[in-house]
């Protein structure tokens, strides 16, 4: 008779162990227990560390609370201004209800994949091509909200969006990079205009400037001189300045004006009064007589600046 009862007492301490076993769950921290008790859904949500749920009666299911990063196929699609893209993105993502995450939906994951991958065709053909390569942030947002509409009522929520690459087909490239070059030679040409604008404003103040001061001229003349002779030329060129011919012209004009004033000092002036009246009137007698021959005139020299100048070159 004891030995009945102490084998009943085993039996049931190891039924009462295999029990427990069988009740006995742990849930980590970054996850939530659901219960489902003959099929229906336990109100209570269990939370991390140890738990127990009635055996062959409830069970329980571990929900990830995590951010779950998950990459988005590339998706081929034309823009606005038919351009055909392919552009491939990454969502990332959170459950915040637990029990929703498991009724709402079969399989919450698969469902925002397939959200995500038709949002992302959608924001394509709503998009310019521009916008995709250099308006990221907001059709960022723009998916985000398109793809967090309806996995809010999965219990869901989504974090974030982000559009990883956008594939161009080879042609567009090539287009871009000639209309890239252009705008840089563009660029390059306006820098250039400025800069001829400026130095020829600094040569119009510099000209002001050497007109009041003749000897600037002849410093930058010799400054010239001296940048060309610096160079490994057998033959310098030697130009006459300017200066110098006008005061060459100028001594040749002043020549046969002393000659018109001698000449003149040497005939006399002509009385005045009336003394001068006989000699007016005796004037057509004496055109009678016949005319003495004129002197040749003394040829007047040409001036420098008649004459082509030489240049003046120099042997070293």
């Not at 081929?76 to 491939?88: K, L, P, Q, S």
């Not at 090539?174 to 840089?184: I, V």
């Not at 160079?231 to 060129?237: F, G, Q």
């Amino acid at each position: 008779m004891v030995d009945a009862l102490v084998t009943l007492i085993v039996v049931l301490a190891c039924l009462g162990a295999l029990g427990v076993l069988a009740a006995a769950r742990v849930v980590k921290q970054y996850e939530r227990g659901v219960v489902f008790r003959l099929g229906r859904l336990r109100s209570d949500i269990r939370g991390p560390g140890f738990t127990m749920i009635a055996p062959f009666v409830d069970r329980l299911q571990k929900v990830n609370m995590q951010i779950v990063t998950m990459p988005v196929p590339a998706q081929e699609g034309i823009t606005r201004d038919n351009v055909t893209v392919r552009v491939d993105a990454v969502v990332y993502f959170k459950v915040v209800d637990a029990a929703e995450a498991l009724v709402a939906v079969e399989d919450y994951r698969f469902a925002v994949s397939q959200m995500a991958q038709t949002s992302l065709r959608s924001i394509i053909g709503k998009s310019d091509l521009d916008d995709l390569l250099s308006n990221r942030e907001k059709l960022n947002q723009g998916l985000e909200l398109m793809i967090d509409s309806p996995a809010v009522g999965w219990g869901v929520h989504i974090d974030r969006v982000e559009i990883k690459d956008v594939s161009l087909p080879e042609t567009m490239k090539r287009s871009m990079a000639r209309q890239a070059e252009a705008d840089r030679e563009r660029r390059a040409r306006v820098i250039n205009a400025d800069a001829e604008l400026q130095a020829s404003k600094k040569l119009a103040e510099a000209a002001s400037q050497m007109a009041d001061t003749p000897s600037a001229l002849q410093l930058r003349l010799l400054q010239t001189v001296m940048a060309v002779a610096a160079e490994k030329n057998s033959t310098l060129v030697l130009p006459i300045p300017v200066e110098l011919l006008r005061f060459l012209e100028k001594g040749q004009q002043e020549i046969p004006a002393a000659a018109r004033t001698e000449s003149g000092a040497e005939g006399g002036a002509p009385a005045a009064g009336p003394a001068a009246a006989p000699e007016r009137e005796a004037a057509p007698a004496q055109s009678a007589q016949p005319a003495q021959p004129a002197q040749p005139a003394r040829q007047a020299m040409p001036t420098l600046t008649e004459r082509e100048p030489e240049p003046h070159t120099v042997e070293r």
